[in-house]
């Protein structure tokens, strides 16, 4: 006796009763006559295009597996047990299998002149729906092994390099349109236009952290120390996370040297700082975030982030670093909560030969800060 115990929408579903003999209507044990037409017609008209190599007898034996099962299911038989096998089928030739029958069935009833009633129509569907929930591939495992291969890691920063480019021109036209050069806004436009610059900055902000990571995190793209300017860099990061500063209300102040060419390593400097001003402005509600940068001597510059946000939970100073951290401060929609940032920040800060250090307090805020050797580049 057949147990007929409710099955769980995610289990699969399969037929009863042994594959029919070679040379036996495969067809022979559907009730349903809509539905033994339908597989019969679908046999008749198959046209291979999967590229698979079934013969006419597997067809019909897997087309007949599918039938069945749809057949049962539909007259609330639902036995929980597997499709199994019976041939060499892939899911996806028979989720092909499960359209084109779901397909006949519906011409049948289109074309039939006595209609069937609406509640044996619906549990054909519906069967439909579970038989196809059953045989579909299951694609995130396919992925989880596609990451587990040696190209893993080149699939995950060529997904996030493609990633980069379309949220670029987002972010360009986004903060062009929001300024007004493509004409006039109104003020919820602006605002509007500012959450997209936000949400774009956030999402490439991680597909960037991505593409570090892979590379280890603290590969200098500097290929040697080079002349720059610290008042641009501030002033480029400021330009930068300025809508987001406007969205939240908060003020961006910078403090550049006296001293401000210096011989070292832009790019990458420039990375660790909109990394600590976006999490800095992520994490602030009210009042300011400053970016500092203060003489320690002939050649060294100490820069430094500070918020006059909630400061950092005690629980989580201990794990602040790592990567793929789990955090429940998930204050504002635009920014990861992942860890990426500051997990790379300080792998660079340390490749530059220093020590990325933080100061925190309740109603105070946050610093982070790190000092670098940097000579004048009028001594060079």
Not at 154 to 167: G, K, Y
Not at 309 to 315: A, F, L, W
Request: with cysteine.
């Amino acid at each position: 006796m057949p147990d007929a115990s409710p099955r769980r929408a995610h289990e699969t579903v399969t037929s009863t009763g042994s594959a029919p003999n070679d040379g036996a209507d495969p067809f022979a044990a559907i009730v349903s006559p809509v539905i033994r037409s339908a597989a019969a017609a679908t046999a008749e008209n198959w046209n291979n295009d999967s590229g698979e190599a079934l013969d006419d007898a597997e067809l019909r034996r897997e087309l007949a597996l599918i039938a069945r099962a749809v057949d049962r299911i539909a007259r609330g038989d639902d036995v929980e047990r597997g499709l199994e096998p019976e041939t060499a089928a892939s899911a996806l030739l028979r989720c092909r299998i499960v359209d084109r029958l779901r397909a006949a069935v519906v011409d049948a009833w289109t074309n039939a002149t006595l209609q069937p009633l609406p509640a044996e129509m619906l549990a054909i569907l519906r069967a439909f729906e579970r038989v196809r929930e059953s045989v579909e591939p299951r694609w995130d495992q396919r992925f989880a092994a596609s990451l587990s291969q040696p190209t893993g890691l080149e699939l995950v920063v060529e997904v996030a390099h493609d990633l980069r480019s379309p949220l670029t021109s987002i972010l360009f036209l986004s903060e062009t349109l929001r300024k007004g050069h493509s004409g006039e806004v109104n003020d919820v436009q602006r605002r509007q236009l500012g959450i997209i610059y936000s949400a774009a900055l956030g999402l490439i902000s991680v597909a960037s952290d991505v593409i570090e990571l892979a590379r280890g995190g603290d590969q200098l793209v500097d290929p040697a120390p080079s002349p720059f300017s610290v008042t641009q860099i501030f002033e480029s990061i400021k330009d930068i996370v300025q809508p987001l500063a406007e969205e939240k209300g908060l003020t961006i102040r910078l403090s550049p040297p006296a001293t401000d060419q210096r011989l070292g390593y832009p790019v990458a400097l420039s990375r660790v700082l909109l990394n600590l001003t976006t999490n800095a402005l992520k994490f602030t509600d009210e009042g300011m975030v400053e970016i500092v940068s203060q003489s320690k001597g002939m050649t060294q510059l100490e820069f430094s982030v500070r918020d006059t946000g909630c400061g950092i939970d005690p629980e989580v100073v201990d794990r602040l670093y790592e990567p793929f951290r789990r955090s429940n401060a998930r204050r504002s929609y635009y920014f990861s909560g992942t860890g990426l940032g500051l997990s790379i920040s300080r792998k660079l800060v340390e490749a530059m030969g220093s020590t990325l250090e933080f100061e925190t307090k309740p109603g105070w805020g946050t610093r982070f800060y790190f000092t670098l050797d940097l000579p004048p580049a009028t001594s060079i």
